[in-house]
């Protein structure tokens, strides 16, 4: 298995521009998150998409930040405009919940390393 | 504010000792802890998780404590190994995907 495959791993852009980062999920896996991760606020879950769906977006941190699921083995996660203070370690994970009750593990992509100059 | 609070913020250690990392939380309606490891350059690896109705799960050299009415965990390396060299976050969450992470726990173990 490739495990959860992220693209890019870096990214340098200027303040303004606008950043997509995609993501294919474990076949077969049926939820997936977009986390970010830096030194100040540690790991935040941005969004979370159930069956293709978004569930709960409470995490995305403004209106410039959107992201889609397409289907079930593609996800983005756009910002538009990109600002210096969304530099950050983009992570990916997607996981199998297949009852409302279980305890799944998240897999984890290798993330995208995001540098708005 | 993060709803899961994680000390110490880093630790070394010698070959052969052992690691304990602390955690704790205010909210009672959390059900799951996992423990995730990170490389650098990597992403978090589900290291190890309890439910609150066990008080303690082991698995190899790494182990869970839990103690439900003081709301709070603990991770135990045993034997630190080089191998174990990573950032350890602790985590908890209600349901079945929401995890508050901890702040982490970056860990050296010296030859």
């Known amino acids: 298995d490739a495990g959860v495959i992220q693209s890019p791993r870096h990214e340098v852009t200027e303040m303004g521009q606008e950043v997509t980062l995609r993501c294919k999920p474990i076949?077969?896996?049926?939820?997936l998150f977009w986390y970010r991760q830096t030194m100040m606020r540690g790991l935040e879950l941005l969004i979370y998409?159930?069956?293709?769906?978004?569930?709960?977006d409470s995490g995305m941190p403004e209106d410039r930040f959107s992201a889609k699921m397409p289907n079930a083995s593609f996800s983005t996660l756009k910002i538009q405009p990109s600002e210096p203070r969304d530099s950050a370690v983009y992570f990916c994970?997607?996981?199998?919940?297949?009852?409302?009750?279980?305890?799944?593990?998240?897999?984890f992509g290798p993330g995208t390393r995001l540098t708005v100059l | 504010q993060q709803q899961v609070k994680q000390s110490p913020q880093s630790l070394i250690v010698q070959k052969g000792g052992i690691s304990i990392i602390n955690c704790a939380y205010e909210?009672?309606?959390?059900?799951?802890f996992p423990w995730y490891q990170q490389f650098p350059g990597k992403g978090p690896a589900l290291l190890i998780a309890?439910?609150?109705?066990?008080s303690e799960k082991k698995e190899g050299r790494f182990t869970i404590s839990f103690n439900k009415s003081a709301k709070q965990f603990s991770l135990h390396i045993m034997d630190s190994q080089p191998g174990d060299s990573a950032t350890y976050f602790c985590?908890?969450?209600?349901?079945?995907?929401?995890?508050?992470f901890g702040a982490g726990t970056t860990v050296t173990v010296r030859a």
């Open positions: 994970a997607s996981s199998s919940q297949l009852l409302i009750s279980s305890y799944n593990e998240q897999f």
């Open positions: 076949s077969g896996h049926n939820s």
């Open positions: 998409f159930n069956n293709n769906v978004p569930i709960d």
């Open positions: 909210n009672t309606a959390f059900d799951y």
């Open positions: 309890i439910r609150p109705d066990v």
């Open positions: 985590a908890a969450s209600i349901g079945v995907y929401k995890l508050s």
